[in-house]
């Protein structure tokens, strides 16, 4: 699919004189005009916006009723050639009843006419006095503008070629009913939902809408286009601003200034093919679709979109990290909580009011360690029932063995000093192996080598061993098997490696004296190594991850899109071509990308046996909960479409 599951939809807030159709009509021809050749599949203006919401009882008036008829027919002619989708707001009189309604409009053809529902009668509104609801309808279809249109409420409009983008329609106070109109389109399949509205403005009023409109795109596990109506209509009693709003399961992607003099557009992708993905996996979602089912009538539709080579939208190059520093500082406190209240429970449990950590001055020990500490403080243990292992082998650098030293003496936590050198030597004689070799089995002795001390001095003191594993070692399979691959509860184990360096520097601002912290500024600043393969001949850090299996910031946001939202590979290197810009280039993150599923699917038989740990995020790879995969299938589909992308 050459869009990746994205279309470009728009909301607009055209200018308008009340009851002035000609006028309003030319306005709305001028922004149509405007919005040609910019990709644009559906485009929503205001409520009435032909007319006019403020006309009052001038909605009694054949002349003007009869205008907006008119008007709608120039519309349509006006968009001959063009595929984008258009929803007009008019007054559309049906039998002897007049109702506010959506005309849709492509191609010259009206595709079908939704009525609003839900007739505000209250305060400053009282449209029951010109408009009858949706539900007093007699009929499913009209002739309008001398064309046959589907009328209803159970209308849903579907692109023939892309099955998952259909779109349904409501009006204005539709959305603040206790069980919105949209509700049912989107169960009954509408994954775009739009509302043309007129919402006047009052104090706060503006920050609610935006809630509703967040919490209903939220709720529907879709986007919702909002249009309302600009600051040209009548200012007899009331104001209105022209706020526009896009959003997509629960976040705003575009949003207008208010109060504008001249017409207002927004625009932004939304993308069909995550909410399509969203929904299959939540089965609530599914079970309220059985549960209020109702039927609707498809009208189908098609477009010739152009291809999506970039999108203005912004993709987050680090989607496990908030970029707003606020957010971040939360969700890591509330993490750091969660990873606490984890093990505090796993401790209490047990009876084991001992935990023994393997410290290795590298930023996922770090964490663990400092998980560990805080949950001693919580439980009032002290911190002299953590027993800290600094375990120095073949390439343990001066640097990372003082910053264990200085942080577990700040912390004050009963370390202990165990150098494996001697032992790995003695193992390597009665396997047969040249120490002089560098390979896996030169490195795995290393890390089993520790994994057998620190499970040894836990038997010894009674206590338990805290895994220090990351969600993104995990995915990757970055562990030896049944060495640091193991453990008795692994408290960082759906953290993923990006997110961990920020958990520590919150941590070291936020919860740690400035001893402790001085300490944990230098280990931040460490290259992230497992410290396996002899130092250079500086004494530096010669074996450098990254360097080996790619960025972890790639891997983490391959991760995050495959899992989250089960793109797929073409679609991952669109977002992160687009996320990365001037970072790495598209060859680049196909070959990291190529890495990672080659791991990630050979690794599996490592996650199928993983330690218990606490879910803090919305992946997890714990084959008892959020992943359920076999070891030995094949990753043949996936390396083949990378090749495909040129």
């Known amino acids: 699919m050459d869009n990746y599951g994205f279309v470009r939809v728009a909301a607009i807030s055209p200018k308008i004189k009340v009851a002035d159709v000609k006028y309003n009509t030319d306005e709305i021809m001028k922004v149509i005009s405007k919005i040609a050749g910019e990709n644009i599949s559906a485009a929503v203006f205001p409520e009435l916006c032909v007319t006019g919401y403020t006309c009052g009882d001038l909605f009694g008036q054949d002349l003007l009723i009869d205008a907006a008829e008119d008007a709608i027919g120039g519309i349509c002619e006006f968009s001959k050639g063009s595929d984008t989708l258009l929803f007009v707001g008019a007054p559309v009189k049906v039998n002897q009843f007049l109702f506010n309604c959506a005309v849709v409009i492509q191609n010259g053809n009206i595709l079908g006419i939704v009525p609003k529902t839900y007739l505000p009668n209250y305060s400053e509104f009282y449209e029951k006095r010109w408009f009858s609801s949706a539900t007093e309808a007699a009929c499913d279809e009209v002739n309008y503008c001398k064309r046959n249109a589907p009328f209803g409420t159970d209308i849903i409009f579907a692109d023939k070629n892309f099955p998952e983008y259909c779109i349904g329609a409501e009006i204005c106070e539709d959305l603040w009913a206790p069980v919105p ?191 560990a500490v805080k949950t001693f403080d919580a439980l009032g243990i002290g911190r002299d029932n953590i027993y800290t292992i600094t375990m120095p082998g073949f390439g343990t650098t001066d640097r990372t063995y003082n910053n264990t030293v200085k942080l577990c003496n700040a912390l004050k936590t009963n370390f202990k000093k165990i150098d494996i050198v001697n032992a790995a030597l003695l193992h390597f004689k009665d396997i047969g192996h040249d120490p002089s070799v560098l390979d896996v089995t030169y490195e795995n002795v290393q890390a089993r080598e520790r994994t057998q001390i620190l499970m040894d001095i836990a038997n010894k003191v009674k206590g338990l061993v805290i895994g220090t594993g990351d969600l993104s070692e995990i995915a990757l399979g970055w562990s030896t098997y049944n060495g640091d691959h193991m453990s008795m509860y692994a408290v960082n184990c759906s953290v993923p490696k990006t997110l961990v360096r920020s958990l520590v520097k919150w941590v070291s601002e936020n919860e740690m004296d400035e001893d402790s912290s001085h300490v944990l500024v230098d280990i931040l600043n460490t290259p992230v190594s497992p410290e396996l393969l002899p130092a250079d001949k500086s004494g ?107």
């Open 181 to 371: 109109p949209s509700s049912y389109t989107a169960l009954s399949g509408a994954t775009v939902l739009v509302n043309l509205s007129a919402s006047n403005e009052l104090v706060n009023k503006a920050a609610y809408r935006e809630e509703l409109v967040k919490q209903q795109s939220a709720r529907l596990i879709g986007a919702y286009v909002y249009s309302s109506s600009g600051v040209h209509e009548s200012t007899t009693d009331l104001v209105f601003s022209g706020h526009l709003l896009i959003a997509e399961n629960g976040g705003i992607l575009s949003e207008s200034k208010r109060f504008e003099r001249d017409s207002a557009k927004i625009e932004s992708y939304v993308d069909i093919q995550k909410l399509s993905s969203e929904r299959r996996k939540n089965l609530t979602f599914r079970d309220s679709a059985a549960d209020n089912y109702k039927p609707v009538r498809k009208v189908l539709f098609t477009q010739n979109r152009d291809r999506v080579n970039s999108i203005d939208r912004f993709i987050d190059p680090h989607p496990f990290v908030p970029s707003d520093i606020s957010t971040r500082d939360s969700r890591c406190r509330e993490i750091f909580n969660i990873q606490v209240a984890g093990l505090a429970k796993r401790i209490e449990h047990t009876k084991d009011s001992r935990a023994v950590i393997g410290v290795s001055g590298g930023l996922d020990s770090t964490l663990a360690l400092l998980v």
């Open 540 to 646: 530096n850090i010669s074996q450098k991850t990254e360097e080996i299996i790619g960025p972890y910031e790639l891997h983490d946001f391959f991760l995050y899109h495959f899992l989250r939202y089960d793109a797929p590979p073409s679609k991952i290197i669109f977002l992160a071509c687009n996320a990365f810009r001037g970072k790495y280039t598209k060859e680049e993150i196909k070959k990291w990308l190529k890495c990672f599923y080659k791991r990630f699917f050979a690794m599996q038989f490592k996650r199928s046996c993983i330690p218990d740990g606490p879910k803090v995020g919305t992946i997890s790879l714990s084959p008892r909960g959020d992943w359920r995969m076999p070891s030995d299938a094949s990753v043949e589909v996936w390396l083949k479409e990378i090749e495909k992308q040129d």
